[in-house]
């Protein structure tokens, strides 16, 4: 019997390592430099993204990673930046972000927010029967869990198992 692995992306939690990338959505980019964890956009050389538009600063504004998220700030720029339609100086920015300098707009796009979760070969976990990949999942996390000495919270609504849950990891924790 040949048994198909199959992985899935999800959002990770944390920004911690993550890198980004504004994509020119409409306007002319000269030069490229990505940088991991902070980003800087310019009209001219020593900008991470330089510009070929009369109306963007030398240094227009920047992007950066901290403990809530993507930041931008406006480096003191002579015609402002739009970020999503307003008029921005410092804000958190969110996936899809359209941010306007000049006559240029970017697409902000955080590169990093994908991890791999895989499935389980397995197409059951005790008493619990499944094949689809969600179920699968399901499973290998809670392989994964079980011999830990970790307290797992359950949710769901009536009827959806979670007694059977709890079975299936007591009995898979040795």
């Keep these: 019997m040949i048994h198909t692995l199959a992985t899935r992306s999800v ?46 600063s030398r240094l227009h504004f920047e992007i950066s990673v ?49 991890v791999d979760v895989p499935a389980s070969p397995d197409d059951r976990f005790g008493p619990l029967v499944g094949a689809s990949v969600a179920m699968r999942e399901l499973f290998a996390l809670l392989a994964k869990a079980a011999p830990t000495d970790a307290t797992l919270l359950v949710e769901g609504e009536s009827g959806t198992g979670k007694e059977l849950v709890a079975e299936a990891v007591h009995a898979a924790s040795g």
């Excluded at 980019?29 to 310019?42: H, I, K």
């Excluded at 009209?43 to 963007?56: E, H, I, N, Q």
């Excluded at 999503?84 to 707009?105: F, H, M, Q, W």
């Design 11 to 56: 959002v990770r939690d944390g920004v911690s390592g993550r890198t980004m990338r504004p994509y020119v959505l409409r306007g002319d980019a000269v030069q490229e430099r990505v940088t991991a964890t902070s980003y800087r956009v310019g009209g001219r050389p020593g900008a991470d993204l330089v510009l070929a538009d009369p109306r963007v």
């Design 66 to 114: 901290d403990a809530h998220g993507y930041r931008l700030r406006d480096l003191g720029s002579t015609n402002g930046t739009v970020v999503d339609g307003y008029r921005a100086n410092d804000l958190y920015l969110r996936p899809g972000s359209e941010i306007t300098v000049g006559d240029t707009t970017l697409r902000f796009t955080p590169e990093d927010d994908e």
